[in-house]
């Protein structure tokens, strides 16, 4: 007969394993899953939820009920390949998560990311360095989010979107899923390209279909909607609706479309 399997789950008087920096400030209230690991000088705050298996970089800090799901990194440093185009080697600060922030399993804050409170970052969503978060936003289930981004309060990229270094996102922008956009014009090709580095600026309440595409430099303005498989490669005024390859102007927003008629508190 086989042997029976082991149940490898710590008994209730038993401290799961865990390493813990002794500099690392834990708050009243938190609890912490197995195998964590808290670097040196990480800060938690009160009745905070980290999972299994969580790793929190030297420095970080973490708000006031925030829960952090299993597997997730906090505070990881950047990474620079030798022909890496506009990733930098100098220091960055730690991370910050704000109070009642849910970060999913899998996913990755980077040092030097700024979340604001009540933000959703999914399971897998990568969040990189220099990266602000405003309030109330959600970062979809394996939305990348590069260098030296700014998005606002109350935005939504819903999964699988992209968005490019050096992009700002305003207030109650919405990016469908598979959105993608880009700050290379030369496509990767002759060092000219370093002087034309530039991402995507959506202005307060655009929103992006699923599958769009927006190219260098673009801006789409307040409350203008690019539509479903779009390919915008000139700015978009606000208030208007643009489809097709190349995008083209189709018409108005439907006032019961538009942001102020949400009834939302702006």
Same mark, same amino acid.
């Given at each position: 007969?086989?042997?029976?399997?082991?149940?490898?789950?710590?008994?209730?008087?038993?401290?799961?394993?865990?390493?813990?920096?002794?500099?690392?400030?834990?708050?009243?209230?938190?609890?912490?899953?197995?195998?964590?690991?808290?670097?040196?000088?990480?800060?938690?705050?009160?009745?905070?939820?980290?999972?299994?298996?969580?790793?929190?970089?030297?420095?970080?800090?973490?708000?006031?009920?925030?829960?952090?799901?299993?597997?997730?990194?906090?505070?990881?440093?950047?990474?620079?390949?030798?022909?890496?185009?506009?990733?930098?080697?100098?220091?960055? *600060?730690?991370?910050? #998560? &704000?109070?009642?922030? +849910? /970060? =999913? !399993?899998? %996913?990755?804050?980077?040092?030097? $990311?700024?979340? @604001?409170?009540?933000?959703?970052?999914?399971?897998?969503?990568?969040?990189?360095?220099?990266?602000?978060?405003?309030?109330?936003?959600?970062?979809?289930?394996?939305?990348?989010?590069?260098?030296?981004?700014?998005?606002?309060?109350?935005?939504?990229?819903?999964?699988?979107?992209?968005?490019?270094?050096?992009?700002?996102?305003?207030?109650?922008?919405?990016?469908?899923?598979?959105?993608?956009?880009?700050?290379?014009?030369?496509?990767?090709?002759?060092?000219?390209?370093?002087?034309?580095?530039?991402?995507?600026?959506?202005?307060?309440?655009?929103?992006?279909?699923?599958?769009?595409?927006?190219? *260098?430099?673009?801006? #789409? &303005?307040?409350?203008? +909607? /690019? =539509? !479903?498989? %779009?390919?915008?490669?000139?700015? $978009?005024?606000? @208030?208007?609706?643009?489809?097709?390859?190349?995008?083209?102007?189709?018409?108005?927003?439907?006032?019961?479309?538009?942001?102020?008629?949400?009834?939302?508190?702006?």
């Amino acid at each position: 007969m086989a042997p029976a399997a082991r149940d490898s789950a710590p008994s209730d008087s038993v401290a799961p394993p865990r390493w813990i920096d002794p500099t690392a400030e834990i708050g009243p209230e938190t609890e912490l899953g197995a195998f964590v690991v808290i670097g040196p000088g990480v800060r938690i705050g009160r009745g905070c939820r980290i999972g299994h298996h969580v790793v929190i970089h030297g420095g970080s800090r973490i708000g006031e009920g925030v829960r952090v799901d299993d597997h997730a990194v906090i505070g990881k440093r950047p990474m620079r390949a030798l022909r890496s185009a506009v990733t930098r080697t100098e220091e960055v *600060p730690p991370a910050e #998560i &704000g109070d009642r922030c +849910l /970060i =999913g !399993a899998h %996913a990755v804050v980077y040092a030097g $990311a700024r979340i @604001g409170p009540q933000v959703l970052i999914a399971d897998l969503a990568t969040v990189r360095e220099r990266v602000q978060v405003g309030e109330g936003t959600i970062i979809g289930r394996g939305v990348a989010v590069e260098n030296d981004c700014f998005i606002g309060r109350y935005c939504k990229l819903e999964t699988n979107a992209y968005l490019t270094a050096y992009s700002t996102l305003e207030d109650y922008v919405f990016l469908a899923p598979c959105v993608a956009t880009s700050n290379d014009p030369f496509a990767g090709r002759t060092a000219e390209r370093f002087r034309h580095f530039r991402g995507v600026t959506v202005r307060r309440g655009g929103r992006i279909g699923v599958h769009a595409t927006i190219l *260098p430099g673009v801006e #789409i &303005g307040q409350d203008a +909607l /690019i =539509g !479903a498989g %779009a390919l915008l490669t000139r700015n $978009a005024e606000a @208030g208007l609706i643009y489809k097709g390859i190349p995008a083209r102007p189709s018409g108005p927003v439907p006032e019961e479309q538009r942001l102020e008629n949400q009834g939302w508190k702006l």
